[in-house]
């Protein structure tokens, strides 16, 4: 059974460019969540995606956008990357209302220099 | 404000002794609660969680929790650890009809051989 899988697993980039992060859900899942995992801290909540929409979203600004697609999938993108982008990028799956909880990728690790 | 508390950063126990993993949560409405775990690199596997009924939770890998209302806490709970239960352990909070999890700050745990 395929869990949530996420890629790429490292990235780096500069200050100022964009990055596309992607994740597929593990099999049966619809909703897809996206944290911000600091080192040393929690995740922070991103946005959770449902029937190709935001959902809700967290307190992160503009630069950080989504997309969900018709096979549940879905990316995450950061534009005019700063130094303090730099985290792992967890990607979570769900039934609706995360009703059974939620299942976890491995995470991206991101690197801003 | 939400929140989840985590008091003890880093927690060292010996192999075979007892466990308890505190954490307190601040949320008015009836809370969904989790307990996730995550080795150096990976992501966070779900451990245990509650969202009514009985208040004492089972869940793998021989770890339990209890869901105390009155203390506005759910602390983590394993009988005799093992060398492999080193990990970093993270208490969160379902908030907005569970749509996104508020998370602790993690505990570390180190086992002594």
């Known amino acids: 059974d395929a869990g949530v899988t996420q890629s790429p697993t490292h990235l780096i980039k500069t200050r100022g460019q964009q990055v596309t992060l992607r994740c597929s859900p593990k099999?049966?899942?619809?909703?897809v969540s996206w944290y911000q995992q600091a080192l040393g801290q929690g995740p922070q909540f991103i946005f959770q995606y449902y029937e190709e929409e935001e959902r809700q979203r967290g307190n992160f600004p503009d630069r950080f956008s989504g997309h969900q697609f018709p096979n549940y999938s879905s990316e995450l993108n950061v534009n005019a990357l700063l130094l303090g982008d730099s985290a792992l990028y967890l990607c979570a799956s769900s039934y609706p209302l995360g009703s059974d909880g939620y299942t976890f990728g491995s995470g991206t690790r991101l690197t801003v220099v | 404000a939400q929140s989840v508390t985590q008091p003890d950063i880093h927690i060292t126990v010996s192999e075979g002794a007892s466990l308890e993993l505190r954490c307190n949560y601040s949320y008015g409405a009836t809370p969904y609660l989790f307990w996730y775990v995550q080795s150096p690199g990976q992501g966070l596997q779900l451990l245990l969680k509650?969202?009514?009924?009985d208040t004492l939770v089972q869940g793998i890998k021989g770890f339990e929790a209890e869901f105390k209302r009155s203390q506005s806490s759910f602390n983590l709970r394993k009988p005799s650890v093992h060398w492999s239960d080193a990990a970093e352990y993270f208490c969160?909070?379902?908030?907005?009809?569970?749509?996104?999890?508020?998370w602790g700050a993690g505990t570390k745990l180190i086992i002594k051989p």
């Open positions: 509650y969202f009514s009924g």
């Open positions: 099999s049966g899942h619809d909703t």
């Open positions: 969160a909070v379902g908030v907005d009809s569970n749509y996104q999890l508020i």
